[in-house]
């Protein structure tokens, strides 16, 4: 089933790399600050993806530093093993979240950030708990490691697959009363509510791109890979730049490009180029394993399988439902933010949206990347299953790995089951085709 | 009471221990007919409401080590803990039929989706995930953790086909307060005399107590305090431990046993801790005067007791388990967490660093519920037990 990679378009490699050099800048730049924050004065806040709160952190000057994304970027340059290693020595078990573990170890080793350069310690924690328990015992652990405060910001779950006015309440009383005070002592600056709205305007806008960058997979082909690219273009909106120029400018340029590429009829770009013809479309739930990220993906385009749409990409936020940030109602719609982010979705509207991203995305199936380390994705993913391939006829696949603990990616293993998966899929389209339906 | 009186007392409490399909809940229900039965997961559930609206709350802990798991497995991977894939074995076999709907308390990522998979698969039953405020002011969590239980009043109301009033709901703190109560002194009592009260009978009867009405299962622990108390068992040169770990995941009853035998008298734990969860009587020195849910939500902000899914703010992490030993004259700690159990397992470095710097001493193990082989951890117990005896100052 593997096909020969076509030859790269020049223009279009070119255009790609406008995107990604701007993002490689603003990490660049954004982890250098945080090296100089010391010298410079700027103070520094630590806090999750999920329901992080990016606009409100930078509207007091102060610089975000998001613990996951260091410990997915070791994995990437696979210091995690050791990290994790160096955890364990200290009495973690083997049986927790690895993203943890490779963040206490990393900070054991001197706190190196992903671009060499040391990242400081933080001046506040931002607990922001939102779709994961694991969130609360990571940063009780890093209390005990720093000389710092913790403020607590508890984001109800949505159990009955809504978000209920109480719930809004409850988040907007706590950013009022506890998260917006605790950013004002330690900027020492007041809450200047206008620019808060400003750049939640900016959110929106940058948000308005990304869905249409997610929705460009729509297309056959589709100009992206909504999984493995898509873990890159979500990037600067989940991590330290939503509401920023910068970001506004990134997903304009981003958009621009994927729209050049629907325009000329091509696929995504993969590590090791242009993909081939699309194969397969397919819809992917949870997150990938990033120590062996390149390879990971190369097993699905090698195939000619492309990601249409992913849950993962709907971590930070789930914008392509319609929710976006609003400048007329700042707190509130940082409140409805928090709420729903994917992770916390109960599990039927997980299936639902998964299902719906199988008819939207003319899916010919979906795939379950189990991770080890994440309870909160992986706990009823089989029940997510079943309930999908019953409810659009399509089938799933099951792999399973790990974020960042390198003996938990069996590449043999995993290869095997894409292909088997894949060539079931093939199988499938050959017995509609001999029936008399449409392939 | 005479020995025979306490032994048939332990025997009832073991009979319930095993009572995996319910038995029990069924034949309340044929005692009662036209109520319902409410079953809840470990580990907090306001289980005032169940009882106000005249329902029986059903502590739903899985199977133990009396089920074999045949479909439960082809619901979770094998890096998830045993508890919900036994509960769903259960569920799936017909054996929680009996329990008209469920509630999911918020004490991990699993419990939390496992309240999503049973509304997919039983969609004709009442379940609701029990989210509790981990912001502890009266004004913020106390605010929505109101609303959360109104929220559960009305819905628990509708399934049992009347209206929760005030008096309903009073009635029913003052029935769990006395459980409260008994087991509270059932605790003092361990503490102070653990041979007359071993833990493989106070484990026992508190696991009785997820499958009774809360009143009558008061009765049955002072009942058991007074034969245990008037018991002429005597002391042996054993080590005095606290366990910690295994509030959710219960480990089978012989593991408790086989903790006992290799020389430890477990003083205090936190086995089977949702009755106990709120520390003291809900209802206070105002009494009745009050609105009742807001001295439910008032107990849960201010007596909770500290747990790995409880956020403490900026309190020092394993104080209380440090003041625990004290008070309980304990001379060392028993980690017990169940294998990947999040809550317990990322509390544990937490915890043993709050004991290292006041020089108590530790050791840690991991078990499942279905575990069935114990010599590693008699052997770990017994050298535990036996270094604490040699070189401890307690």
Same mark, same amino acid.
């Given at each position: 089933?593997?096909?020969?990679?076509?030859?790269?378009?020049?223009?279009?490699?070119?255009?790609?790399?406008?995107?990604?050099?701007?993002?490689?800048?603003?990490?660049?730049?954004?982890?250098?600050?945080?090296?100089?924050?010391?010298?410079? #004065?700027?103070?520094?806040?630590?806090?999750?993806?999920?329901?992080?709160?990016?606009?409100?952190?930078?509207?007091?000057?102060?610089?975000?530093?998001?613990?996951?994304?260091?410990?997915?970027? !070791? #994995?990437?340059?696979?210091?995690?093993?050791?990290?994790?290693?160096?955890?364990?020595?200290?009495?973690? !078990?083997?049986? /927790?979240?690895?993203?943890?573990?490779?963040?206490? %170890?990393?900070?054991?080793?001197?706190? =190196?950030?992903?671009? %060499?350069?040391?990242?400081?310690?933080?001046?506040?924690?931002?607990? !922001?708990?939102?779709?994961?328990?694991?969130?609360?015992?990571?940063?009780?652990?890093?209390?005990?490691?720093?000389?710092?405060?913790?403020?607590?910001?508890?984001?109800?779950?949505? %159990?009955?697959?809504?978000?209920?006015?109480?719930?809004?309440?409850y988040v907007v009383d706590q950013l009022r009363e506890k998260v917006i005070p605790a950013l004002e002592k330690v900027s020492g600056k007041r809450l200047d509510a206008a620019d808060l709205s400003s750049r939640l305007a900016l959110s929106a806008k940058a948000e308005d791109d990304l869905v249409h960058v997610l929705? !460009?997979?729509?297309?056959?082909?589709?100009? =992206?890979?909504?999984?493995?690219?898509?873990?890159?273009?979500?990037?600067?909106?989940?991590?330290?730049?939503? #509401?920023?120029?910068?970001?506004?400018?990134?997903?304009?340029?981003?958009?621009?490009?994927?729209?050049?590429? /629907?325009?000329? #009829?091509? %696929?995504?770009?993969?590590?090791?180029?242009p993909m081939g013809p699309e194969e397969y479309r397919l819809v992917v739930e949870g997150p990938p394993n990033w120590t062996s990220f390149r390879e990971f993906w190369k097993m699905f385009s090698d195939e000619g399988a492309t990601c249409v749409a992913s849950t993962y990409t709907k971590v930070g936020g789930v914008y392509d439902l319609g929710f976006r940030h609003d400048p007329e109602e700042p707190l509130e719609s940082l409140a409805r933010y928090c709420l729903g982010c994917y992770t916390n979705l109960n599990l039927p509207s997980r299936i639902d949206l998964i299902a719906r991203y199988v008819k939207e995305y003319q899916a010919d199936g979906f795939v379950i990347n189990s991770v080890k380390s994440c309870n909160s994705f992986s706990a009823g993913q089989l029940v997510i299953l079943r309930q999908v391939e019953e409810r659009t006829g399509v089938p799933g696949g099951f792999i399973e790995s790990d974020l960042v603990d390198p003996r938990y990616f069996s590449a043999a293993n995993i290869k095997n089951r894409i292909e088997s998966y894949l060539q079931m899929i093939e199988q499938r389209r050959a017995g509609r085709v001999a029936v008399g339906q449409a392939p | 009471m005479s020995a025979a009186s306490l032994d048939a007392l332990v025997a009832r409490t073991d009979a319930l221990l095993r009572d995996v399909r319910l038995d029990a809940v069924r034949d309340w229900k044929a005692r009662h007919p036209g109520t319902k039965a409410v079953g809840y997961l470990p580990v907090f559930a306001p289980v005032e409401l169940i009882t106000a609206a005249g329902m029986l709350p059903v502590g739903i802990i899985g199977g133990g080590d009396q089920v074999e798991i045949i479909r439960g497995d082809a619901y979770f991977q094998s890096y998830i803990c045993h508890l919900p894939r036994s509960v769903?074995?259960?569920?799936?076999?017909?054996?929680?039929?009996?329990?008209?709907?469920?509630?999911?308390?918020?004490?991990?990522?699993?419990?939390?989706?496992?309240?999503?998979?049973?509304?997919?698969?039983?969609?004709?039953?009442?379940?609701?995930?029990?989210?509790?405020?981990?912001?502890?002011?009266?004004?913020?969590?106390?605010?929505?953790?109101?609303?959360?239980?109104?929220?559960?009043?009305?819905?628990?109301?509708?399934?049992?086909?009347?209206?929760?009033?005030?008096?309903?709901?009073?009635?029913?703190?003052?029935?769990?307060?006395?459980?409260?109560?008994?087991?509270?002194?059932?605790?003092?009592?361990?503490?102070?005399?653990?041979?007359?009260?071993?833990?493989?009978?106070?484990?026992?009867?508190?696991?009785?107590?997820?499958?009774?009405?809360?009143?009558?299962?008061?009765?049955?622990?002072?009942?058991? @305090?007074?034969?245990?108390?008037g018991s002429d068992r005597r002391e042996l040169d054993q080590s005095r431990v606290v366990l910690t770990g295994a509030f959710c995941e219960q480990p089978p009853l012989d593991l408790i046993v086989t903790l006992e035998r290799a020389g430890c008298y477990i003083v205090d734990d936190d086995l089977v801790l949702g009755p106990r969860m709120i520390r003291e009587p809900i209802e206070d020195a105002r009494g009745a005067d009050r609105d009742p849910?807001?001295?439910?939500?008032?107990?849960?902000?201010?007596?909770?007791?500290?747990?790995?899914?409880?956020? @403490?703010?900026?309190?020092?992490?394993?104080?209380?388990?440090?003041?625990?030993?004290?008070?309980?004259?304990?001379?060392?700690?028993?980690?017990?967490?169940?294998?990947?159990?999040?809550?317990?397992?990322l509390d544990r470095p937490m915890l043993a660093r709050a004991l290292d710097r006041r020089g108590i001493s530790h050791t840690s193990f991991k078990y499942a519920e279905n575990t069935g082989q114990f010599q590693t951890i008699r052997e770990q117990a017994g050298t535990f037990a036996d270094s604490l005896k040699l070189w401890s100052d307690a």
């Amino acid at each position: 089933m593997s096909t020969a990679p076509v030859p790269r378009p020049a223009a279009a490699a070119a255009a790609k790399d406008d995107s990604m050099a701007a993002q490689k800048q603003m990490l660049a730049d954004h982890f250098h600050a945080l090296a100089r924050a010391r010298e410079t #004065g700027a103070r520094t806040v630590y806090t999750f993806v999920p329901g992080n709160l990016t606009e409100l952190i930078r509207t007091f000057g102060t610089l975000p530093v998001l613990p996951e994304i260091n410990a997915l970027q !070791s #994995g990437m340059r696979k210091k995690s093993a050791d990290y994790i290693a160096e955890a364990e020595k200290l009495g973690h !078990s083997e049986d /927790v979240c690895t993203y943890v573990k490779c963040d206490i %170890g990393m900070l054991k080793r001197g706190n =190196i950030g992903p671009t %060499g350069e040391p990242l400081p310690p933080p001046d506040l924690l931002l607990l !922001s708990y939102t779709g994961c328990f694991t969130f609360m015992k990571w940063f009780e652990l890093l209390q005990q490691e720093y000389d710092c405060p913790v403020v607590m910001l508890h984001v109800p779950y949505q %159990g009955d697959g809504k978000a209920t006015p109480e719930m809004i309440r409850y988040v907007v009383d706590q950013l009022r009363e506890k998260v917006i005070p605790a950013l004002e002592k330690v900027s020492g600056k007041r809450l200047d509510a206008a620019d808060l709205s400003s750049r939640l305007a900016l959110s929106a806008k940058a948000e308005d791109d990304l869905v249409h960058v997610l929705q !460009s997979a729509r297309h056959r082909p589709s100009p =992206i890979d909504a999984y493995f690219g898509g873990v890159y273009y979500i990037g600067p909106i989940f991590s330290a730049f939503r #509401g920023t120029p910068e970001a506004v400018e990134y997903y304009r340029l981003l958009r621009d490009e994927v729209d050049a590429r /629907v325009a000329a #009829g091509l %696929g995504p770009v993969t590590p090791d180029g242009p993909m081939g013809p699309e194969e397969y479309r397919l819809v992917v739930e949870g997150p990938p394993n990033w120590t062996s990220f390149r390879e990971f993906w190369k097993m699905f385009s090698d195939e000619g399988a492309t990601c249409v749409a992913s849950t993962y990409t709907k971590v930070g936020g789930v914008y392509d439902l319609g929710f976006r940030h609003d400048p007329e109602e700042p707190l509130e719609s940082l409140a409805r933010y928090c709420l729903g982010c994917y992770t916390n979705l109960n599990l039927p509207s997980r299936i639902d949206l998964i299902a719906r991203y199988v008819k939207e995305y003319q899916a010919d199936g979906f795939v379950i990347n189990s991770v080890k380390s994440c309870n909160s994705f992986s706990a009823g993913q089989l029940v997510i299953l079943r309930q999908v391939e019953e409810r659009t006829g399509v089938p799933g696949g099951f792999i399973e790995s790990d974020l960042v603990d390198p003996r938990y990616f069996s590449a043999a293993n995993i290869k095997n089951r894409i292909e088997s998966y894949l060539q079931m899929i093939e199988q499938r389209r050959a017995g509609r085709v001999a029936v008399g339906q449409a392939p | 009471m005479s020995a025979a009186s306490l032994d048939a007392l332990v025997a009832r409490t073991d009979a319930l221990l095993r009572d995996v399909r319910l038995d029990a809940v069924r034949d309340w229900k044929a005692r009662h007919p036209g109520t319902k039965a409410v079953g809840y997961l470990p580990v907090f559930a306001p289980v005032e409401l169940i009882t106000a609206a005249g329902m029986l709350p059903v502590g739903i802990i899985g199977g133990g080590d009396q089920v074999e798991i045949i479909r439960g497995d082809a619901y979770f991977q094998s890096y998830i803990c045993h508890l919900p894939r036994s509960v769903i074995e259960l569920g799936v076999n017909g054996a929680l039929d009996c329990c008209d709907g469920f509630l999911f308390p918020s004490t991990c990522d699993v419990i939390r989706n496992l309240s999503g998979i049973w509304k997919v698969l039983f969609p004709g039953k009442y379940v609701h995930y029990v989210d509790v405020p981990q912001d502890f002011s009266r004004g913020r969590g106390g605010a929505w953790y109101r609303s959360e239980l109104e929220l559960m009043r009305a819905d628990l109301g509708r399934l049992a086909g009347r209206e929760v009033t005030d008096a309903d709901l009073w009635r029913a703190i003052r029935i769990h307060d006395e459980n409260r109560r008994a087991l509270r002194e059932l605790y003092d009592l361990r503490a102070k005399e653990p041979w007359k009260a071993p833990t493989s009978e106070v484990y026992r009867l508190q696991r009785a107590g997820l499958l009774l009405p809360a009143d009558e299962h008061a009765q049955l622990v002072r009942d058991y @305090i007074a034969a245990a108390r008037g018991s002429d068992r005597r002391e042996l040169d054993q080590s005095r431990v606290v366990l910690t770990g295994a509030f959710c995941e219960q480990p089978p009853l012989d593991l408790i046993v086989t903790l006992e035998r290799a020389g430890c008298y477990i003083v205090d734990d936190d086995l089977v801790l949702g009755p106990r969860m709120i520390r003291e009587p809900i209802e206070d020195a105002r009494g009745a005067d009050r609105d009742p849910i807001e001295a439910l939500v008032d107990a849960f902000l201010t007596r909770t007791v500290p747990t790995a899914f409880v956020y @403490i703010g900026e309190a020092e992490k394993g104080a209380a388990l440090c003041e625990t030993v004290a008070t309980r004259r304990a001379e060392g700690v028993l980690f017990a967490s169940p294998s990947f159990c999040d809550p317990s397992l990322l509390d544990r470095p937490m915890l043993a660093r709050a004991l290292d710097r006041r020089g108590i001493s530790h050791t840690s193990f991991k078990y499942a519920e279905n575990t069935g082989q114990f010599q590693t951890i008699r052997e770990q117990a017994g050298t535990f037990a036996d270094s604490l005896k040699l070189w401890s100052d307690a």
